[in-house]
């Protein structure tokens, strides 16, 4: 057993009162307190000078540390916006506060549906087709369109500001989803759409522009219909005018040999703009982890990232520096935003395989791996940082 202070000190006393060399030997000893700096200490400038050894870990404020926001959001368990063609469920950092970079859309169209032209004056906007099949139709500033078909496992990218519209193709509703690189971003207040502008637009110039009479506009909805229902679009109806390879804004991520990054315990389809040239301002993938597997601890330096999970139970740890850390557990239709530099790690804590959507709010792809770190680093600095650690597992933790 410990002896506690009070007795180290008392038995210190009695010694030094008969055997002054045992007093000493027991003074030298006895565990220094942290040196406590005041106003000024360490000198100024070039006279900067060295001070007592001050506490062995840093000290946190608690009130720091207990501020770890929130970063799971279940959206699927969110009330849907139900329009006549189709749903939406959104988060945003109105929903999820952390999430100031990303937000995201979980979107059914129904068969026949079309979720109307429009355009996003603060974000990009990209997609991927979880299930079922759609079109899309955007159109740039230098008035060049496209027209591209989708089907499971396909992406696309639009760029900020550039009109675009989705469309259902068949009978099967269109599952998707949505991203977009502005964390405040919502489909009810971002969405400029043309339903609702030649709703609020005056006759008179909506005849001038459009050379028809104005009363022909008296038939128009009035108001924004967002997803309109509508008559099926069938497959061998569906018009396909794809731009050149290196700019469409169509790419196949489950099927381009391009994105696979398969690794020990899963696979990882990448489309970054290398790969996908369109995709400047966002990158996406999809991953999936083997029972038991982990995507280990890494962060991302350039962005943050938004992930959606498909199928499986998994935990994320989430560091947030300053002696901020939580985990959480995540299932199917549900989001964690991780922001830019926060370390994290996933692993797949269920039965089965784990499945996510993962998009980052860059153009390019970047990575840091902690165990990667560790290894790169010389032997005595780890030694040096992990004071106490045996060399053993020093040595370990290098080899991996």
């Not at 001038?208 to 497959?235: M, N, R, Y």
């Not at 061998?236 to 991520?253: G, V």
């Not at 982990?294 to 999970?309: G, M, Q, R």
């Amino acid at each position: 057993m410990v002896s506690t202070r009070r007795n180290f000190m008392e038995i210190a006393a009695w010694g030094a009162a008969c055997f002054p060399a045992i007093a000493e030997t027991a003074a030298a000893q006895e565990p220094q307190k942290p040196y406590i700096a005041q106003p000024g200490d360490g000198g100024f400038a070039r006279g900067a000078t060295a001070l007592p050894p001050g506490g062995a870990v840093a000290w946190h404020d608690p009130k720091d540390v207990a501020n770890m926001p929130e970063f799971r959001f279940a959206l699927d368990a969110e009330k849907p916006h139900v329009a006549s063609g189709g749903w939406v469920k959104e988060v945003s950092a109105r929903q999820l506060p952390i999430s100031r970079a990303i937000a995201g859309v979980h979107a059914l169209l129904n068969p026949g549906a079309a979720r109307e032209l429009h355009w996003h004056a603060s974000a990009a906007e990209w997609a991927i087709v979880l299930d079922g099949r759609c079109q899309t139709v955007v159109i740039d500033p230098a008035g060049a369109s496209e027209i591209n078909n989708f089907e499971p496992g396909d992406i696309w990218y639009f760029a900020k500001g550039h009109g675009h519209a989705i469309q259902t193709i068949g009978d099967k509703p269109c599952n998707l989803l949505l991203a977009f690189d502005d964390g405040a971003f919502s489909p009810d207040i971002g969405a400029f759409s043309i339903t609702d502008w030649i709703d609020l637009s005056p006759k008179d110039m909506l005849a001038q522009e459009f050379g028809v009479p104005k009363d022909v506009f008296d038939a128009f909805p009035k108001g924004e219909t967002f997803i309109q229902a509508g008559p099926i679009l069938k497959p061998e109806d569906a018009l396909e005018a794809p731009w050149p390879k290196d700019s469409t804004h169509k790419f196949r991520l489950s099927r381009d040999a391009k994105s696979a990054r398969d690794f020990d315990g899963g696979s990882f389809r990448l489309a970054s703009a290398k790969e996908f040239p369109a995709s400047r301002t966002m990158t996406g993938a999809t991953m999936t982890l083997e029972r038991g597997a982990l995507h280990k601890l890494h962060w991302h330096p350039n962005a943050s990232e938004l992930i959606y999970f498909l199928r499986g139970r998994g935990h994320v740890a989430l560091f947030g520096s300053g002696g901020r850390g939580k985990i959480a557990a995540f299932g199917p239709g549900d989001i964690a935003a991780i922001p830019a530099g926060f370390g994290h790690a996933i692993r797949n804590t269920g039965d089965d395989e784990l499945e996510m959507v993962q998009v980052w709010d860059s153009g390019q792809f970047e990575e840091i791996l902690l165990d990667r770190m560790v290894r790169s680093s010389p032997a005595y600095l780890l030694a040096n940082n992990f004071a106490g650690v045996p060399q053993e597992t020093i040595a370990r933790l290098k080899r991996g």
